[in-house]
């Protein structure tokens, strides 16, 4: 497990929120039937983590802050961005998180859940965009805490007992609507 380290950036990705930094940070999130979808370029040092709620962008939807909680929109943002940087798809490790089903559905329900739709898109998304994920934990009953260190690449996870990722504190001053870079010096 990485070393805390006080001069590395923590920024808390709310649901619906997406953050690029182009330095060492430690990305959070809690995750129920939302994906989280970790990026990391080595070579070039930089990261993001993204956390849609909801599957399919629709068509209609106007502005880019709204079109971040949805999954296919929110993966090909991200690949816009590390396009621009110059990142090759090739070398992009990426991790995804979450899809769960954390509500009690009726047995005999034939729907598709939300978690597993989301899970459905990301997975689908990424690979049309190009992306080979490198490790994932997908579905269950119960929500996850995740801890992205964009500098090593670990993803910590911690498993939450029903019911926990609701009751989580919003931390007043550290949501981020845009992708967030990291100040030099």
Same mark, same amino acid.
């Given at each position: @497990?990485?070393?805390?380290?006080?001069? =590395?950036?923590?920024?808390? =990705?709310?649901?619906?929120?997406?953050?690029?930094?182009?330095?060492? +940070? &430690?990305?959070?999130?809690? #995750? !129920?039937?939302?994906?989280? =979808? +970790?990026?990391?370029?080595?070579? $070039? !040092? &930089?990261?993001? #983590?993204?956390?849609? @709620? #909801?599957?399919?962008?629709?068509?209609? $939807?106007? !502005?880019?802050?709204? +079109?971040?909680?949805? =999954?296919?929109? +929110?993966i090909r943002d991200l690949a816009r961005q590390f396009d621009s940087l110059g990142a090759a798809r090739s070398e992009i490790q990426v991790k995804l998180f979450g899809g769960a089903d954390v509500l009690d559905v009726a047995k005999g329900n034939s729907r598709p859940t939300v978690g597993k739709l989301n899970s459905e898109m990301a997975l689908r998304t990424l690979e049309e965009e190009g992306f080979r994920v490198a490790a994932s934990s997908l579905g269950g009953r119960s929500g996850v805490q995740i801890q992205f260190h964009t500098n090593t690449g670990d993803v910590i996870l911690r498993r939450l007992d029903r019911g926990e990722a609701r009751r989580r504190p919003n931390v007043p001053g550290q949501s981020h609507h845009h992708p967030v870079k990291r100040r030099k010096g």
């Open positions: @497990m990485p070393s805390p380290d006080q001069s =590395v950036e923590e920024v808390h =990705v709310q649901p619906g929120e997406s953050c690029l930094v182009t330095g060492p +940070a &430690i990305l959070r999130t809690v #995750l !129920g039937s939302c994906v989280g =979808v +970790a990026f990391l370029v080595p070579r $070039l !040092g &930089i990261a993001a #983590l993204c956390h849609p @709620m #909801l599957p399919r962008c629709p068509a209609n $939807l106007l !502005g880019k802050h709204a +079109a971040t909680r949805y =999954v296919d929109f +929110a």
